[in-house]
Nanobody, 115 residues
């Protein structure tokens, strides 16, 4: 069983930046597709960004240019760099991944954008 543990969330002012991390257990991380999702209060969970085992990335259209997903296979970690944060980015952020995108999930980390 693979465990995913997110970290890096917190309170940030509008216009600020945060970097989320998702550390994976197990020995097959480099072959996994990984992704970040978010769920705002009262809204459905949405896919934010994904990265394949080969490093190809894809993003929710409205977040392109502000969010960047990356991975470090040696550290078995996927990152989400979030810049120019807005109050509407407030949500619980989850990572997922595996052979399939939704095989494994982390517990989530809260991001709050507020002045």
């Amino acid at each position: 069983q693979v465990q995913l543990v997110e970290s890096g969330g917190g309170l940030v002012q509008p216009g600020g930046s945060l970097r989320l991390s998702c550390a994976a257990s197990g020995s097959h991380f480099s072959s996994y597709v990984m992704a970040w999702h978010r769920q705002a209060p009262g809204k459905q969970r949405e896919l934010v960004a994904a990265v394949t085992s080969g490093g190809n990335t894809d993003y929710k259209d409205s977040l392109k240019g502000r969010f960047t997903i990356s991975r470090d296979n040696a550290k078995k970690t996927v990152y989400l760099q979030m810049n120019s944060l807005k109050p509407e980015d407030t949500a619980v952020y989850y990572c997922s991944g595996g052979v399939g995108l939704y095989d494994y999930w982390g517990q989530g980390t809260q991001v709050t954008v507020s002045s």
